[in-house]
């Protein structure tokens, strides 16, 4: 009997050991970073070191020391708010003889919308008040309040005007409006309801491209409207997440979705300016992951690696403290054919790319890195 006891006692001492072996693993898995966010913390910080260590790297090229937003390239230069000098700036193209555009800003900017001609833009700045949007001129360096009921903001093509989504503070229903970038001689274009839509010109037109806010519960059909607020109409459907970056020529549109809905697997398509012929390229990634060649044909991306699966996208990347560890590609849509920038001995580093542009020469590609803020270059 006492030997049985021995035997039940010592089983059972095994199985709580194997229990809390198992517990301890899947609930610290790194792989797992929306599971645990004190591991996911840990993992942040051990990214940003890697971030400061990769500067030396050949294939990757930290070319700004501090934290930026937005950055983007002009004819000769780059433009870009630094977060350390709380001024909008400009820089060489090699992030050299940094020089303060515009300063003495309202409040830290959380988004940046350039003109196309980089002499403007409209800043959101968070308050107490939920936030506003500002018209900021860089050649007279003034700075504009727009209406707290604006919001969704977007250039023309010429960049002379912009569109908005107006939120009536009474009934709550939205519209799409054209507007000076002072906010003023305004004209409605379509009533949107009570949909919060997403907005971007069609490059080389006169059209606006509407689309609700992305979401991976849900579809996200693509709508078109001209600029005097005729002709609305679909031309897109069926695509659940949905978001959209057109060619410079307007042509073409790459197509990011989600394979089903509440799902973690991305997936990236490409249609015709009118919506037609769907082709799968194979290349999961996310908008804001990609900039198009001036040749119309060939796209830059990041690549993200697998997300946990009960991550919900594009959800989940925006709204949690998720990062994904991107390699770098090139894909030509008429032949299908891509290419890797970096070889993987050279990924020395983890980076999550962000905000990807091209130098006006197409001999280099920026990104900036999700967890550091810090903007990095790739010569192509």
């Known amino acids: 009997m006492k030997k049985l006891f021995i ?18 693993a899947f609930k610290h898995n790194s792989a797992n970073p929306i599971a645990d966010p004190v591991k996911k913390e840990e993992i942040e910080k051990k990214r940003e070191t890697e971030a400061e260590t990769v500067t030396r790297s050949v294939a990757f090229q930290q070319i700004i020391p501090e934290s930026v937003l937005q950055p983007v390239a002009g004819e000769n230069s780059l433009f870009y708010y630094s977060t350390r000098d709380q001024a909008l700036k400009e820089a060489g193209l090699d992030g050299r003889d940094p020089t303060v555009r515009l300063g003495g800003l309202p409040g830290a900017p959380t988004r940046i919308v350039w003109s196309p001609n980089r002499t403007k833009a409209m800043l959101f700045i968070k308050g107490s008040d939920g936030g506003l949007w500002y018209y900021a001129d860089l050649r007279n360096q003034v700075i504009t309040p727009l209406k707290k009921e604006m919001s969704r903001l977007a250039w023309t093509s010429l960049g002379d005007r912009m569109y908005y989504q107006f939120t009536d503070p009474v009934s709550g229903l939205r519209s799409l409006n054209i507007s000076q970038p002072d906010g003023s001689n305004w004209q409605k274009l379509a009533d949107l309801g009570t949909e919060d839509y997403f907005l971007s010109a069609v490059p080389q037109s006169s059209v606006v491209a509407i689309w609700p806010k992305t979401d991976g519960n849900r579809e996200s059909p693509l709508e078109i409207i ?3 607020g005729e002709n609305r109409h679909a031309i897109l459907t069926g ?17 990011q979705s989600v394979a089903e809905r509440g799902g973690h697997t991305l997936a990236l398509g490409l249609v015709d300016a009118n919506g037609g012929g769907y082709r799968n390229l194979f290349s999961p990634t996310l908008v804001s992951k990609i900039a198009w060649s001036k040749d119309n044909e060939t796209f830059y991306y990041a690549l993200p690696g697998a997300f946990p699966t009960e991550t919900v ?19 030509n849509v008429r032949t299908g054919k891509k290419e890797r920038l970096v070889p993987l001995d050279e990924m020395t580093a983890s980076f999550d790319a962000t905000d990807l542009f091209l130098a006006p020469t197409e ?3 920026y990104f900036t890195e999700r967890v550091s803020g810090k903007l990095y270059r790739i010569t192509l």
């Open 7 to 24: 035997i039940s006692g010592s089983l059972f001492l095994l199985v709580l050991i194997f229990l809390a072996v198992y517990n301890f």
């Open 226 to 228: 001209s600029i005097n």
């Open 239 to 255: 695509r659940v997440g949905a978001d959209f970056l057109w060619s410079p020529n307007g042509q073409r549109i790459l197509v």
């Open 313 to 331: 996208l594009p959800n989940d990347y925006f709204s949690k403290p998720l990062h994904s560890t991107d390699t770098f590609w090139k894909m």
């Open 363 to 365: 001999t280099d590609l």
